[in-house]
């Protein structure tokens, strides 16, 4: 059976997956994009999917995107990846596979006939060496219809290659971290809406992931709540049963309080007074409650003196008096998650 000239790109954002998918589609290729919106690369606030970078790059490239949320099944994943992680906490071999899974079905439906991603041998330690390259196609059962286009030479033939439909002398042999190759065919090319590399995932960031670390050790599950308050604030940890997240500036205060759930409690300065919101998640003890307004105290103006900052549990106002000694840096740093 012929293979149909249409083929489903992964698009990141990034300047790899545009030059993959601008690669096929100067061949007559009929190119659809995919992108897969997941709780760590979605920003707080949250932007409009036309101003995600990969719908500029889409633009850019005259394709139709189709953009795909992952959720539960994700934080799943992320919980407990069969491949471990990477440097940081992020488990790139297991989302790669859930990728491919999902863009395999999509490839189905919409009548394409192979997968295009931005993967470059050797570019990334723990996802692109040549073994988990061919891991990743196994395991998603998509290894004939994979096509990696930038390190196509250096990789074994493709169904699309073999039947013609990828003109392979017109793919590329690059290999390695570094980006000059990349950048000089953006320039030729006209590309200018691409994202940092790794720009936009937060399990690859040091101290988000030291966020994310500490609460999986507390706690089995995570939930979307979870992972949107990970984005936000200064987090502490004063017990292994409360955590507290104080707000950094005044959009953050919003979002801190409007991410409270049930049994949290807010915590904020004197009313006339500038100043952070905290919000306490977990059990707290009366003793925790000088160390909250302590550290309220901590990040307000100190021009204008607190005695009590304001405590909101289930909706009432109570005033919390703050301690006549305050808290040391030494102190503040042994409590604070990065």
Known sequence: MMLAKKAVALLSGGLDSALSAKLILDQGIEVIGLYFKNPFNTPLPPIPDENLPASRIAKELGIKLTIVPLKEKFLRMVEAPTYGYGKNMNPCIDCRILQLTIAKDYMEKVGASFIITGEVL?????????????????????????????????????????????????????QGRSRKRQLELAKEYGITGFSSPAGGCLLTDPKFSARLRDLLRYQDRLTLNDVELLKVGRHFRLSPDLKVIIGRKHQENLIISNLAREGDIIYRPPKGVSGPTALSRGKEEEKDR???????????????????VRRFPYGKEIFTPVSPTPLSEDDIERMKIQ
């Open 122 to 174: 050797g570019q990334r330690p723990m996802s692109q060496r040549r073994d988990t390259l061919n891991l990743v196609a196994k395991k998603s059962e998509t290894k004939d219809i994979l096509l990696r286009p930038l390190s196509a030479k250096l990789l074994p033939p493709t169904l699309p290659e073999q039947e013609g439909i990828v003109d392979r002398e017109k793919l590329l042999d690059i």
């Open 290 to 308: 000088a160390i909250i307004a302590a550290l309220i105290v901590r990040y307000t103006n100190p021009d204008k003196p607190i005695t009590a």
